[in-house]
């Protein structure tokens, strides 16, 4: 009786398994596995209500502001007018990609991602401003999504004020390849 016992669990063990298997779904889209890339960027935050950067204290967001006026050919501003009113911040996203059964890595381009972003200076809060457009980064170095909108609160309440998020404020611009995740 008792060298019985381990053959009926095992029977029932392997029925239960066998059974299992059957009710799993097979995958018919191609897809193999699913991984989640992260993104950086370096961005200019506006529209702050006195609550930004210092510039005289933070000399990369006067350069970094400095920088971008030139690129739109406006440079006759007095870029202190703009003291508290502007932001540098980082930027960070999460694109999910999907390892496809031909080895490339779809990451649905033009499809949205969340943004978080987090002051660099001494800016108080990052509340009402706005982000300019920024590329943001892979690990590679390639921009694969750009970011740019409102901020709004982040859903945590315990972020800091000088943090903020912009759900949706990012479009993918790429696909990843095989290997460069």
Request: charged share 20%; with cysteine; aromatic share 4%.
């Amino acid at each position: 009786m008792s060298a019985r016992l381990p053959l009926c669990l095992g029977l029932i063990l392997s029925l239960g398994a066998a059974q299992a298997l059957a009710q799993t779904p097979a995958r018919t889209d191609g897809v193999m596995a699913c991984r989640t890339r992260k993104l950086v960027g370096y961005g200019l935050v506006v529209g702050l209500r006195d609550t930004g950067d210092h510039l005289k204290d933070t000399p990369f967001t006067l350069k970094s502001l400095q920088a971008m006026l030139a690129r739109s050919e406006n440079t006759g501003f007095d870029v202190s007018a703009y003291d508290s009113k502007v932001a540098a911040a980082m930027v960070t996203a999460r694109m999910r990609t999907c390892l496809s059964a031909d080895g490339s890595y779809d990451a649905k381009l033009d499809r949205a991602v969340d943004l978080e972003l987090s002051a660099m200076g001494d800016a108080k809060s990052l509340q009402g401003g706005a982000l300019l457009m920024t590329p943001l980064l892979g690990a590679d170095g390639r921009a694969y999504a750009i970011g740019q909108g409102v901020l709004a609160a982040c859903p945590d309440p315990r972020a800091e004020p000088a943090s903020a998020c912009v759900p949706d404020g990012g479009v993918v611009a790429r696909q990843g390849r095989a290997g460069r995740l």
